[in-house]
């Protein structure tokens, strides 16, 4: 039996230049934080107990590729095979791949090395963009997260993207990084752009996968919203078995889609036992999020992951974490609500889950549940407007 988290109570670059432009600080020798990686020994805050440590013989998941290209073929039985490819996976586990997603290889190519070059910069300069306590977006290492015990071995760059508000990505990076950073923040808002549209291809086939009659049901739904970008970086570790990238956990947000390069160390927890998730090249990995899981009416699961790391190789990854407006009501659609299904979870506007997981709770497999209970505590509450 796989032992689970805890539980509630413990829980640039240059404008026509390339990456390699990125400014730097003029300090040679800036007072950093250590550089993970660089240890002689790990320190206690990474270690993880026994009973989560990473496992490196993981068999493989196996997991279907959907060809997004079929919602545009005009071929009918082709988008019921897919969806009912997606309908089989969201049932047991939330995550699946797509291939022919419309993200040009340059532009992610061109995303990947940007993100060299940033978090090459001198900690000092990285600093500049600093996440803010109860927020989203940031840099962020692990010696400056939120954790005191079993910190994430990474670090992290996040942009809020809505795209009702025009160049927000770029707009964001030239504010607090300066003008240098212009072409930078390009490069994201176009990825984000990209990853935007996908996104709502990918809920168009849910949609019709879930056999709702409104077929676009969560497409409209989603066409307005309030999503991050997420850069990812995972340096070798001396000794990888003490330690993991980021811990298991489900994602909050609705759906995710990652873009990672052919490391490798995704993990998926599953029949109670880890799975990799092996890269393929050109695709996408896709999965569900608690948000959606709650839409659902719990029919599509927000599978636990994590992420391993090794002795050798950094990993990198470029996640795209889709979320509602802030104040969208998340409740599900009314053919999803049966005698045999009833509702499983309460009504909640994504801002007050976002909040939870910022505020008072540590993401982990247990999220939504505690979340539920947490919601209907409030509800009782009298003249309580936590939930407003």
Not at 5 to 34: F, H, I, R, V
Not at 200 to 209: A, D, H, N, Q, V
Not at 228 to 246: A, H, M, Q, S
Not at 306 to 314: A, K, L, M, P, W
Request: with cysteine.
């Amino acid at each position: 039996m796989v032992q689970r988290p805890g539980s509630y109570s413990n829980n640039p670059l240059m404008s026509d230049q390339k990456p390699n432009s990125l400014p730097t600080s003029g300090a040679k020798d800036d007072q950093q934080q250590p550089v993970l990686g660089s240890e002689s020994n790990i320190p206690s805050q990474f270690i993880w107990p026994d009973h989560e440590k990473p496992c490196f013989d993981a068999p493989e998941l196996k997991i279907p590729i959907i060809d997004m290209a079929v919602l545009s073929s005009g071929d009918p039985l082709a988008v019921s095979k897919a969806a009912e490819l997606v309908n089989e996976a969201c049932k047991k586990h939330g995550f699946f791949m797509v291939s022919n997603h419309g993200i040009d290889s340059g532009l992610a190519d061109n995303a990947h090395e940007y993100m060299d070059k940033f978090f090459g910069l001198q900690l000092s300069e990285k600093q500049k963009v600093q996440r803010k306590a109860g927020e989203q977006y940031g840099y962020m290492n692990s010696y400056v997260g939120r954790y005191a015990s079993k910190m994430p071995w990474k670090e992290t760059l996040s942009f809020r993207y809505c795209p009702d508000i025009q160049d927000i990505v770029v707009d964001y990076l030239v504010n607090v990084m300066g003008e240098d950073f212009r072409q930078f923040g390009r490069i994201y808002q176009e990825y984000c752009e990209g990853m935007g549209k996908l996104s709502l291809g990918i809920m168009e086939l849910i949609g019709i996968s879930l056999g709702l009659d409104d077929q676009a049901y969560f497409r409209d739904f989603f066409q307005e919203n309030d999503s991050i970008l997420r850069l990812n970086l995972y340096p070798p570790c001396k000794n990888p078995d003490l330690v993991l990238g980021i811990g298991p956990h489900s994602d909050p947000n609705s759906l995710t889609i990652l873009h990672q390069d052919l490391v490798g160390g995704l993990q998926v927890l599953t029949d109670e036992k880890w799975h990799s998730v092996t890269p393929v090249p050109g695709t996408l990995v896709v999965n569900i999020g608690d948000t959606f899981m709650a839409l659902s009416n719990g029919i599509y699961k927000s599978c636990l992951h994590r992420v391993v790391v090794n002795n050798q190789t950094e990993r990198k990854s470029l996640a795209f974490f889709l979320s509602p407006k802030v104040d969208k009501h998340v409740t599900p659609p009314a053919s999803l609500v049966t005698s045999e299904n009833p509702r499983m979870y309460p009504d909640f506007t994504w801002v007050t889950l976002r909040d939870f997981t910022l505020k008072r709770y540590r993401p982990d497999m247990q999220t939504l549940d505690a979340f539920a209970k947490w919601v209907q505590e409030q509800e009782q509450e009298p003249n309580n407007k936590t939930l407003a």
